[in-house]
């Protein structure tokens, strides 16, 4: 049934009936009659029931007026559509396209924005570009005069110096170009969304998953290949592509992105290239003895870059601050002027800050898991993802290229992983509490600090014995009703009473650690808990669209099982009106790819909204 209905009078209509709350959406929350009765032009008419129906009506209309229509044939099966199915669906036909983007003539504008604090944007982008890449060089500032951006050649050596020199003039990195018969065209990526409008370092890994279960293909090739891009012109995988982030990458998922991709295409010429990037960037990020390599032969995150991380909004560090500012007898802005300008030295301070740096390179910014000491740390995340490295490594040479690549053979990347393994064994695991910890190397001890990213391992790989063990500590130290929490209650319960809210921790639950553990549940063949974990992650996505029009945001709290989420940084991807253009790219992922896991029975249950608790 379709009914051809006029666009605006409706939204009109459905809104000053169904909106009681003016927040230009319909949700549970709403005090209005939940019926509305949509009559098409020829007198025909429809009652719509429920939030979750009438919501949809919303977004179809919004959907038909954004393609310029004055009219909207609207089809009841969208209006009624399986919940699951729908979001599904959104994610695939609308939420990738609202979330891609390139650094080209036609999509440089969309990057101009940089919402993270008011400081970032400018009037004029700059366009910072490698010092070897005269084909952007000569690209953007040939669009100089179109658009409102000005190029600027990187020097050879970037240094952090270099680096704080130019935060007061932040700008977005360029990437990949490619010209072909006298036309130049930016490789895509996808973007988080919301205030993170670039293209981020892991949050890359965890959407090309989404986007190769969507057949999209073409756009995660794109997103190793501007992967690439990045090691070779800027000597690492980024943060992400803007100024303030050229010392800093992230966790290390090259490697993991290249064999997903490649599973797929075959194409074992695009392999050999990005193996040789991929052993570059393993050799000159991660294995520099004194930066991210430490003594006991271990790897650690270590971000550098002076003064205050310039992209953290105002306010943040002013805890912090406040003690130094007392000490010199200065308001905090007056302390952070002369601290950042170099007339106030303070050592403990500027250890403080390499801590900072180095947890949002762990991309866990913030956790008091990692808060103040990061940088001491060989992370149970890091250690596992190179293991990974050496094994992949290992396999694409002795598969694919007759056991010998450049300098390497396939034995001696096994034998580089499996010594990474023993001494992973050696200083992290703890046999009685089953599970890796984080190890101190300075002080030469476990961390003994339960989280989500302790169970890494059962995905990169771990003694087949121990598996057994590590899951019974997953399923009864982190198991929430909406899936794995960051950290565990016991940990959250050890803090201070006026600690602050760490996004990363307890009660909060994140794509990327869900997708991991759920990579290690399938490998390691504990299908109950597989199932039972992607059904309750599932379905609190589920649900909460549903009951909120379609909202899918950058985390949630899996104990309450909501998106209403009190933390620091708030919650990236609540803040639209009519229909949410993009959720959120790992969130996005995370749907597909728990659909591909579940049992076609649970995926009736999760389209029923069948509780997690009335099946598990």
Not at 228 to 246: D, P, V, W
Not at 532 to 550: D, F, H, K, Q
Not at 573 to 584: A, C, L, P, R, V
Request: with cysteine; proline share 3%; hydrophobic share 35%.
């Amino acid at each position: 049934m379709t009914f051809k209905v006029h666009i605006q009078n409706n939204i009109n209509n459905l809104l000053n009936q169904e909106d009681t709350d003016g927040d230009k959406k319909i949700t549970i929350e709403d005090q209005g009659p939940k019926a509305f009765n949509l009559i098409s032009e020829d007198g025909q008419s429809m009652l719509i029931e429920g939030t979750y129906h009438l919501s949809n009506l919303l977004q179809e209309l919004v959907i038909q007026k954004q393609l310029g229509k004055t009219f909207a044939d609207i089809k009841l099966k969208n209006i009624i559509e399986l919940p699951a199915n729908r979001i599904s669906r959104m994610i695939k036909d609308f939420y990738w396209k609202g979330l891609t983007r390139s650094m080209d003539e036609l999509g440089i504008e969309a990057l101009i924005s940089d919402t993270k604090n008011d400081e970032l944007t400018a009037s004029v982008l700059p366009v910072y570009v490698p010092f070897s890449d005269e084909l952007a060089y000569t690209y953007y500032t040939s669009l100089e005069n179109k658009l409102p951006i000005k190029t600027t050649k990187l020097p050879v050596d970037i240094t952090p110096d270099f680096v704080k020199s130019i935060n007061n003039k932040p700008g977005i990195l360029s990437l990949k170009l490619e010209e072909n018969q006298n036309e130049i065209k930016a490789v895509p990526f996808v973007v988080p969304g919301g205030r993170f409008n670039e293209m981020y370092g892991w949050d890359s890994y965890f959407e090309a998953i989404g986007l190769l279960c969507d057949g999209k293909v073409e756009l995660a090739q794109a997103m190793a290949d501007n992967f690439q891009y990045q090691i070779e012109n800027y000597g690492k995988i980024l943060n992400a592509n803007r100024s303030y982030y050229l010392t800093r990458t992230q966790p290390p998922f090259y490697t993991s992105l290249v064999l997903d991709v490649f599973e797929v295409t075959q194409n074992t010429n695009w392999l050999e290239s990005h193996l040789t990037t991929a052993i570059k960037e393993y050799e000159t990020v991660w294995m520099v003895k004194g930066k991210r390599l430490t003594n006991n032969g271990l790897n650690r995150y270590f971000a550098e870059g002076l003064g205050i991380p310039p992209e953290t909004e105002k306010g943040h560090f002013d805890d912090v601050l406040a003690v130094y500012a007392e000490k010199y007898k200065l308001n905090i802005e007056e302390f952070i002027e002369q601290y950042q300008l170099g007339k106030i030295k303070e050592s403990e301070l500027d250890s403080y800050f390499t801590h900072d740096r180095s947890l949002r390179e762990s991309g866990h910014d913030t956790s008091w898991r990692l808060d103040n000491v990061c940088a001491d740390l060989n992370t149970v995340t890091l250690n596992s993802l190179l293991y990974k490295y050496e094994s992949d490594f290992a396999h694409i040479i002795a598969t694919y290229f007759n056991d010998k690549f450049d300098k390497y053979t396939s034995t001696e990347w096994k034998n580089k992983a499996e010594k990474r393994l023993e001494t992973m064994y050696a200083l992290m695991w703890n046999q009685e509490k089953g599970q890796f910890f984080d190890y101190n190397f300075k002080t030469k001890q476990q961390t003994h600090f339960v989280s989500a990213s302790n169970f890494v391992p059962l995905w990169t790989g771990i003694h087949k014995n121990d598996a057994p063990k590590m899951v019974h500590s997953l399923m009864n130290q982190l198991k929430e009703s909406g899936g794995i929490a960051g950290t565990s209650r016991a940990m959250n319960a050890n803090l201070p009473n006026n600690a602050i809210q760490r996004q990363w921790d307890y009660p909060n639950g994140w794509a990327p650690h869900q997708m991991m553990i759920w990579k290690g549940l399938k490998a390691r063949d504990f299908q109950e808990e597989l199932q039972e974990l992607v059904y309750r992650w599932l379905y609190m996505i589920t649900i909460n669209a549903v009951n909120y029009n379609g909202t899918i945001p950058e985390k949630y709290d899996v104990v309450a099982a909501t998106h209403k989420v009190f933390a620091e940084y708030g919650n990236v991807g609540t803040d639209f009106e009519y229909i949410t253009q993009e959720g959120f790219g790992w969130m996005n992922a995370s749907f597909q790819f728990g659909l591909s896991l579940l049992s076609e029975a649970n995926i009736s249950s999760l389209n029923k909204l069948v509780k997690p608790d009335k099946l598990f």
